[in-house]
C-alpha cells in the first residue's frame, strides 16, 4: 500500500503545506517514501468538530455495533499484513517479532473492549425504587455511567501500535462511547497511516459517524497543545515523558472549563531482593534482572530502572554476576535520535552524582541511536541525598541500592515518587519482612509483582497499569485492561424519569444479565 | 455543653494566640459566649502529620470495626440533643425544623456509609487466575480498590452539618479508610467543635487511630491554603463558592505531586416547562417553583436558578402566577452578611443586563441579613449575549427564559455551562419533543429530573450529586450517596502474590458474598 501522507479530519483525507519525513533510526536515515503532511490548527479544529458532531450518534447507537466496530478495526489491522509489521519495524527500530506480537496485543485488546461493550457491566447500573408513603416520599432513582465526550490520544514513541493510534487508550475511548482524535507520534507517521486506514475502513463497514475518529499528525508541539486546549476535547490519554506529560496536564488546567488528563509519564519500577530469596538464587535473579532491564533497549515504562537489596556478601554476588550479564549486551537501537541522546544524558547526569559507581557497561555500540546499557550503584543512606537518583533514565540503565538493613530499605521505599509497578523477590523465609514493605508499596504503585519482571504488561481485568504522581497524572485510573473504560464515564442519575424517558437498560427488569444494585442489593 | 473554642489536633486539644467569634447572622451580633482559636500553620502541618500517622492503622483494621466508628459517630451525634440544633440554629440563622433534618441526614448517611463499608463491594475486587501452559505464561493477577491517604474536608456554609464537619465527604472519607482533616467553616465554630467532640468521643469508644481526625478552624484563607498544599494531603472535598473551588484547584495543580480535587462550585439547575406540561398545570407548576426556588432563602446548591418555557400565553400565565407567589414571599434571614452581599449584588448585576426584566420581588426585608426573593426575565436570543445571565445568584434569586421554540430552546441547553441537576416538567404529549433535550442534558448534568423540584438530594445509592464543570470540579464523581466513597479510591493490582502476602479479601473463595470479577465473569 502506497502512502499518502494525508491526515484524515473527520472522514475526510487532508493534506498541507508543511510536510515532514520519518526516519530510520537503525540507519540513522530518513524514510524518503512519502511526504507526511503536519495538521495546521484549522485541521485540529475541524477534527474535534466532527468529533463533537459524531458524538450523539456513536455514543448512542447500540452497544453491538460499537462492539462490531472494535472487532472490525482489529480485522482491519491484521488484515494490513506484512506492510504494517515491516513499516512499523522501520520507524520503530524494534525488530519484526516485537512489532508481531504487538500487533496481536493490539487486535487483541480491541476485542477484548468489544466483549466489555457487550458485557455491559461497565454501566454500573443502580436503582433505587420510591418509597411514596415515607415522610418525605423517596424519589425514584437510577443510575448509568455515560461517556464524557470527545478524547484526545497521543501516539506513544515506545508502542506504534499498542499504545498508539488503536492502542489502549482509543481503544477505551472508543468502547466508552467518546469519539477519538488522535495526534499521532512524529516518529512512526506511516505506521500511524496505516492504522488510520484500517480504522477509516471499519468506519465504513460498520456505518460508524466518519468523525467518529481522526489523526492529526505533525512535528510542532503546537498541534497538540491545540488538541488539549480545544473546548469540545473532554479528557486526554497521553503516553509519554514526564515534562510532555506536565505541559498537557497545565493546558488542561488552564482551560476555562478544565479536563482530566491520564497521562502515564515516569516511574523506576523498583525490585525489591528479600534477603532469603537473594541467598537462595541470587545468581538467576541477577540472570532475569538484566534480560528484564534490557528488552527491547529497555525501552518501556515498566523497566526495573531501580534494585534494592540489603548489603553483604549474596549483593555483592548478585552484582557481580549481573555486571557480567550486562556487560555481554550488544548495544540496541534506539527509538529515535531524541530518545538516543536523552538516554546518554541521564547516564551521564547519573555519573556525575558523587554517590553512585559504575558497576558495568553493555558492549560499545555499533551505529548512530545504539544505546548502551549500564548499571550503576549508590548506598542506601546516600539515596536521597541527590535528586538525580530518583529521575528515569528511558533505556537499558538501572541502579543499584544497597541498604544497609531492612530499616533502611523500607525508608527508602517510603521517599520514593509514585511508580506504575515494584516488585518483590521473595520467598517463605522472607514473608514477615515482606509485610512490613507491602504496605509501603501499596500507597506508591499501582501494580506489586513477586518472583516476576515487570516489563510484561498483561490485558486483563485485574491489570492496573497506571499508579500515583509521576507515575501517572491521576493515580486513580489505569491505561492497560477493562478497567480502562473507566476513564472515560461519568455518572448521570435520573429521578422519577416516566420508562418511555429512560434509557433502555435502566428501565425496571432490563438490566439482561448485567449486575445491577437494586434497592441496595446487587444482582445478576 | 460549655464550648471551648479549641483546635482538635490529632486527637489533642489546642489553643492558639489568634482568635475569633462567631456570629448570629438573623441578629446582626457577634456570639459572646466563646472565643474560638485559629489555626497556625504548625497545627495544621501537625494535624497532616497525625493523619499520615493514622493511615496505615486505620485502613487496615478490619472492615468492621471501620463500621463501627462510623456508627459510633452518628450515635455520638445524636447524643448530644438539643444542644446541637440549638447552636447549629443559632449560627446559620437556619430554622430548628431544618436543622434536625439535617441532623438526621448526617446521622443517616454516616450508617449509610457503615453499610457500605460492610458491604464491601468498594473493593471492586478482579481475580484472573494464572494460565502457565500459554506462551507467554500468563500470570495470576488480582486487583482491589486501595485508599489514597489523607484527604482535607472543607465545611459548607450552607449546611453546618450534612456538608460540614462530620458530613457527606467525612463520611465517604472515612469509609474508604482516610484519615480526614477538617477545615470547619469560620460561620459555625461551635457547631464544628460539637461535631468534632462527638468525633473524639467516637474515636475513644472504638479505639481508632488519633490522627483519623483534625479540626482547623480559623478565619484565614491560608488555613486552606496550607492544608491543600500540604504533602501529606492526597486528596481534598469542597462545598462553597466557584472562586474558593478554584482556588483550591491551582493550589492542588501546583503542587510537586498534584491531587484530586472535588469541588462542588456553582448551579443554575435549569427547570424545563414542556409544551404539554405547561399547558396542562402552569398554575401549580409555577407555585411548587417559587416553593422550591425560596426554600431556606435559596441556599441551595440545587436551587432552580433557570427556567426554560416556549414563549406563549401558557408561559405568561405561568409567569404571572409565579410572580404572585413570589412577591408574597417574606425575606429571609441569609446564613452569612457576606453571602447577604454577595446575593444583592448578583441580583444588581443581573438588573444592570440590558436584556433582562425584573418580574418580582419578595416583601422588604426586615432585618439586616435578609434576603428578598426575585424573579426576572429574558428572551431566548438573548440570554447567550451576556455571560452574567450564567452566573450562579447564590439565594432566592431565578431567571424565566422565554424561547422563541423549542430549537431556541434546545440551542439554550446546549450553551450552558455543566449543572448538578435538570429538571423536565414533562406530559406524555411532550414524550417526542423531551427526547430531543434529554441528550443535551446528559452531557451537562449530574441529575435529570422528572416532573420534581431539584432542591431535595436523596441520600442513596443511585443519586449523582455532581456534573461537569463549573458545578463540579470533576465530573466523575458524586458527593452524596453511596459512590462518593469510590472518589477516595484507587486500584492496586498484585501480580503472582503468594497467598501469604495476598490482601485476605483477595485470596481465592475468600470474597464472602461481595461481587467480584473472576477469569471475567461476574459472581455473587
Redesign the interface.
Known amino acids: 500500500m502506497k502512502l499518502t501522507g494525508d491526515l484524515f479530519i473527520g472522514g475526510e483525507r487532508r493534506q498541507s503545506s508543511q510536510s515532514f519525513r520519518a526516519h530510520d533510526p537503525a540507519r540513522g536515515v530518513e524514510i524518503d517514501d512519502a511526504e507526511f503532511h503536519g495538521a495546521t490548527e484549522q485541521d485540529v479544529a475541524d477534527a474535534c468538530a466532527a468529533a463533537e458532531a459524531a ?2 450518534p456513536y455514543s ?1 447507537a447500540p452497544l453491538e455495533e460499537r462492539a462490531k466496530f472494535l472487532e472490525a478495526i482489529a480485522d482491519e489491522i491484521e488484515a494490513l499484513g506484512d506492510a504494517l509489521v515491516e513499516r512499523a519495524s522501520r520507524e520503530s527500530g524494534l525488530p519484526a517479532a516485537r512489532i508481531t506480537g504487538e500487533r496481536g496485543r493490539t487486535a487483541g485488546q480491541l476485542r477484548l473492549f468489544a466483549r466489555e461493550v457487550r458485557d455491559g ?1 461497565w454501566q ?1 447500573l ?3 425504587h420510591a418509597d411514596k408513603e415515607r415522610t ?1 416520599p ?2 425514584d ?3 448509568r455511567m ?1 461517556p ?2 470527545p478524547v484526545a490520544v497521543f501516539g506513544a514513541s515506545n508502542f506504534p501500535l499498542a499504545f498508539s493510534t488503536a492502542g489502549g487508550d482509543t481503544a477505551a475511548a472508543l468502547a466508552a462511547g467518546c469519539p477519538v482524535v488522535m495526534k499521532g507520534h512524529s516518529a512512526h507517521p506511516g505506521t500511524a497511516e496505516l492504522i488510520a486506514t484500517a480504522i477509516e475502513r471499519a468506519v465504513a463497514k460498520t456505518g460508524m459517524p466518519k468523525g467518529v475518529f481522526s489523526l492529526v499528525n505533525g512535528m510542532s508541539r503546537s498541534i497538540g497543545q491545540a488538541l488539549v486546549a480545544d473546548p469540545r476535547i473532554q479528557a486526554v490519554g497521553f503516553t509519554g515523558s514526564r515534562a510532555g506529560g506536565e505541559a498537557l ?2 493546558i488542561a ?1 488552564a482551560r476555562p ?4 488528563v491520564y497521562a502515564e509519564m515516569s516511574a523506576i519500577n523498583p525490585v525489591i531482593l528479600m534477603p532469603q530469596a537473594l541467598k537462595a538464587r541470587g545468581g538467576a535473579l541477577a540472570e532475569a534482572y538484566v534480560a528484564s532491564l534490557a528488552m527491547g533497549a529497555g525501552q518501556f515504562c515498566t523497566n526495573p530502572g531501580l534494585v534494592l537489596g540489603i548489603d553483604g556478601p549474596e549483593l555483592d554476588a548478585f552484582a557481580e554476576r549481573a555486571g557480567e550479564v550486562l556487560s555481554g549486551q550488544a548495544a540496541q537501537v534506539m527509538l529515535t535520535s531524541g530518545i538516543h541522546e536523552a538516554y546518554e544524558g541521564g547516564k551521564t547526569k547519573l555519573e556525575g552524582s558523587p554517590f553512585v559507581t559504575k558497576l558495568a557497561e553493555g558492549a560499545e555500540p555499533a551505529g548512530p541511536t545504539q544505546g548502551r546499557a549500564a548499571l550503576f550503584s549508590v548506598a542506601g543512606k546516600d539515596f536521597m541525598a541527590d535528586p538525580v537518583h530518583l529521575h528515569e533514565v528511558f533505556g537499558a540503565s538501572s541502579v543499584l541500592v544497597r541498604c544497609a538493613d531492612l530499616d533502611e530499605l523500607v525508608g527508602v521505599l517510603s521517599e520514593l ?2 511508580q506504575l509497578t515494584a516488585t ?1 523477590q ?1 520467598d ?1 523465609g522472607d ?1 514477615d519482612a ?2 512490613r514493605v ?2 509501603v508499596l ?2 506508591t ?8 519482571w515487570p516489563t ?1 504488561v ?1 490485558v ?5 497499569h ?1 499508579g ?3 507515575a501517572t ?6 491505561s492497560v485492561g477493562t ?1 480502562a473504560i473507566d476513564r472515560f ?10 420508562a ?2 429512560l434509557p433502555g437498560a435502566l428501565r425496571d427488569g432490563a438490566q439482561n444479565g448485567v ?1 445491577a ?1 437494586i434497592d ?1 442489593s ?1 444482582t ?1
Open positions: 458524538f450523539l448512542t457491566q454500573k443502580r436503582i433505587d418525605p423517596k424519589p432513582l437510577r443510575l455515560v464524557l465526550g496536564m497545565k488546567a472549563r478544565p479536563i482530566p515518587e509514585g518483590l521473595v517463605e514473608y515482606a509485610k507491602l504496605p501499596e500507597r504503585v499501582g501494580r506489586i509483582l513477586a518472583n516476576g510484561g498483561e486483563t481485568h485485574a491489570m492496573v497506571g500515583p504522581y509521576p497524572s491521576d493515580g486513580r485510573s489505569t478497567l464515564l461519568r455518572p448521570v442519575s435520573y429521578q422519577d424519569m416516566p418511555a424517558l449486575v444494585r441496595g446487587w445478576l
